[in-house]
């Protein structure tokens, strides 16, 4: 099962953000955070039901949409600015008192390497169970690098998973 979802992301996740619309860009902008790190910058994309549809092709977009009403993911891309040793294992969210350590899935590159300038980095963070989305988190990478998501209400209501049909 890990493998048939890990290859559907590979296929869905197979061209840069970068080729994705403007609109689409404007539309994950608000769930994106930046992790500036030593020699790897790294962006964040909280994947919920509104960013699923923008970064997911059917029928991985299904699959993506139900889980992320499940547990908090995110996807995870970057590319190397000069020579890293990198450890895709080491990713924490941390909310309040508790703290849940990432399970990655990679993509390309996202795993403990050593990786070249140029290389680009693409995976996915799994952390487990849903956390409060009200309330801001962090994400750490190592001991030194973090960034801080923080969603308005407004944003909050638009990751709702829709009410079923009755």
Same mark, same amino acid.
């Given at each position: 099962?890990? &493998? $048939?979802?890990?290859?559907?992301?590979?296929?869905?996740?197979?061209?840069?953000? =970068?080729?994705?619309?403007? #609109?689409?860009?404007?539309?994950?902008?608000? *769930? =994106?955070?930046?992790?500036?790190? +030593? !020699?790897?910058?790294?962006?964040l994309?909280?994947?919920?039901?509104?960013?699923?549809?923008?970064?997911?092709?059917?029928? =991985?977009? *299904?699959?993506?949409?139900?889980?992320?009403?499940?547990?908090?993911?995110? *996807?995870?891309?970057?590319?190397? &600015?000069?020579? $890293?040793?990198?450890?895709?294992? #080491?990713?924490?969210?941390?909310?309040?008192?508790? /703290?849940?350590?990432? %399970?990655? @899935? +990679?993509? @390309?590159?996202?795993?403990?390497?050593?990786?070249?300038?140029?290389?680009? $980095?693409?995976?996915?963070l799994?952390?487990? %169970?849903?956390?409060?989305? /009200? %309330?801001?988190? =962090?994400?750490?990478? !190592?001991?030194?690098? @973090?960034?801080?998501? %923080?969603?308005?209400?407004?944003? $909050?209501?638009?990751?709702?998973?829709?009410?079923?049909?009755k």
């Open positions: 099962m890990k &493998k $048939v979802f890990l290859a559907a992301c590979l296929f869905a996740l197979s061209l840069p953000l =970068t080729l994705v619309g403007q #609109n689409a860009t404007e539309q994950l902008k608000d *769930y =994106t955070q930046l992790m500036p790190g +030593n !020699g790897i910058e790294l962006t994309i909280h994947i919920n039901p509104k960013t699923a549809a923008v970064l997911f092709q059917p029928p =991985t977009l *299904y699959q993506m949409r139900a889980r992320s009403t499940a547990t908090t993911m995110l *996807y995870v891309q970057g590319e190397v &600015k000069k020579d $890293v040793e990198f450890d895709s294992t #080491n990713f924490t969210l941390t909310q309040g008192s508790d /703290s849940l350590t990432g %399970k990655p @899935s +990679n993509i @390309s590159h996202f795993e403990k390497a050593k990786l070249s300038k140029g290389t680009r $980095v693409d995976g996915i799994d952390f487990g %169970k849903t956390i409060d989305l /009200s %309330k801001p988190f =962090t994400i750490k990478h !190592g001991p030194k690098d @973090s960034a801080e998501f %923080k969603f308005t209400e407004a944003q $909050v209501a638009s990751m709702a998973p829709a009410a079923a049909a």
